[in-house]
């Protein structure tokens, strides 16, 4: 069948659609020739079948919640570590800090970028492609003030717990 990131959303939902409508023809058709045979137990059926989708629904909304804090946690831990490092660039000696800033700033609006418009996996995968070669020359900026200076030690720049 393939990955499903590959069909349209409406697509996607047109046949979810239609299967549902045509198990519920089924159902109906079923039910009209079991008649009577099976009556006694349908409010039975009825109250288990309920109850797993209550089920279903309740541990849908415990998943999508606990995902939605782990993204939230990660977008905010993410931008401290933006903040702190842009921050201590500022510390840098002159040329370097000016470019640091500027890489930073690239960094935060390719971050952006991700988050802001629906992207097609492909892009999705250039943009993050483009924010590691950004680490990348952050780093040997990083690394090209301390080979300058040795008392300097700049890698606390780029990790942000660091003391």
Same mark, same amino acid.
């Given at each position: 069948?393939?990955?499903?990131?590959?069909?349209?959303?409406?697509?996607?939902?047109?046949?979810?659609?239609?299967?549902?409508?045509?198990?519920?023809?089924?159902?109906?058709?079923?039910?009209?020739?079991?008649?009577?045979?099976?009556?006694?137990?349908?409010?039975?059926?009825?109250?288990?079948?309920?109850?797993?989708? #209550?089920?279903? /629904? !309740?541990? &849908?909304?415990?998943? +999508?919640?606990?995902?939605?804090?782990?993204?939230?946690?990660? %977008? *905010?831990?993410? #931008?401290?570590? /933006? !903040?702190? &490092?842009?921050?201590? +660039?500022?510390?840098?000696?002159?040329?370097?800090?000016?470019? %640091? *800033?500027?890489?930073?700033?690239?960094?935060?609006?390719?971050?952006?970028?991700?988050?802001?418009?629906?992207?097609?996996?492909?892009?999705?995968?250039?943009?993050?492609?483009?924010?590691?070669?950004?680490?990348?020359?952050?780093?040997?900026?990083?690394?090209?003030?301390?080979?300058?200076?040795?008392?300097?030690?700049?890698?606390?720049?780029?990790?942000?717990?660091?003391?």
């Amino acid at each position: 069948m393939g990955d499903l990131y590959e069909y349209s959303l409406s697509s996607l939902f047109l046949v979810g659609l239609a299967v549902t409508f045509i198990a519920t023809e089924v159902g109906r058709r079923l039910g009209r020739i079991v008649g009577s045979r099976g009556g006694d137990n349908v409010g039975t059926l009825e109250g288990a079948v309920l109850g797993m989708l #209550a089920l279903m /629904i !309740g541990f &849908t909304f415990a998943m +999508a919640l606990a995902r939605f804090d782990s993204r939230r946690d990660a %977008v *905010l831990n993410e #931008a401290n570590a /933006i !903040g702190t &490092t842009a921050l201590r +660039a500022r510390t840098l000696p002159q040329p370097h800090n000016v470019e %640091v *800033l500027k890489l930073l700033r690239e960094y935060l609006k390719v971050r952006l970028d991700i988050t802001q418009h629906v992207a097609s996996r492909a892009e999705v995968a250039a943009m993050i492609g483009r924010s590691n070669e950004l680490q990348e020359a952050l780093w040997r900026q990083a690394m090209s003030v301390s080979a300058k200076d040795n008392a300097m030690v700049p890698t606390g720049l780029f990790y942000p717990d660091a003391k």
